[in-house]
């Protein structure tokens, strides 16, 4: 058998693949979830009002406040309240709002859950340079709840479902962001 490196034996030359093998992980580009590098450049960002091509409005307030405290608790990025001043801002438009019924209540035949369905417009753009970060121009999120069968004990609780939405979108949206880079 011909061997390259005679004067060498197996134990050095295992010792050698595995320090390659580490050494080329260790500089592998992997990060901790959460602890993303910075985006380059960036240090805040502006969450403006989201556009709204809906007739409900309530979501449109709730997404941005749950975007900047999901910024703020995640991430080292500063929010800033005027757009002019970050150094990114982050833009939505809510595109469309939908509720479908899902169990009806056999007995007086009315809707007893029901699911929401929001599609919207995120992107996220480099105030000075003008160029793109992110962009999701078709993010779909979907949120169910229940509604009371009895009229005496009704209670609206789509407001509720669009806050706990706004905070699912809000996490994934950050995540997103942040863990691109």
């Given at each position: ?118 599609r919207m ?35 609206d609780e ?13 996490r994934s ?9």
């Open positions: 058998m011909l061997r390259l490196f005679p004067h060498t034996d197996r134990r050095a030359t295992l010792f050698a693949a595995i320090v390659l093998c580490l050494s080329l992980t260790a500089s592998c580009g992997y990060h901790t979830a959460g602890k993303a590098s910075q985006l380059p450049g960036i240090r805040t960002i502006a969450v403006p009002a989201f556009d709204n091509l809906t007739t409900r409005y309530r979501l449109t307030q709730w997404m941005p406040e749950a975007l900047a405290r999901e910024f703020l608790s995640r991430t080292r990025y500063q929010v800033e309240a005027a757009p002019e001043e970050a150094d990114a801002v982050l833009r939505g438009a809510i595109i469309s709002q939908q509720v479908s019924p899902l169990i009806f209540d056999p007995s007086s035949g009315r809707a007893s859950m029901v699911q929401l369905f929001v417009q995120i992107r996220l753009e480099d105030r000075r340079t003008g160029k793109m970060i992110y962009r999701n121009d078709n993010m779909e999120y979907r949120a169910r709840y229940e509604i009371a069968v009895d009229q005496r004990a009704y209670f789509s407001d509720a479902a669009l806050e706990r939405l706004s905070r699912e979108v809000a949206v950050v995540s997103r962001i942040v863990e691109d880079f």
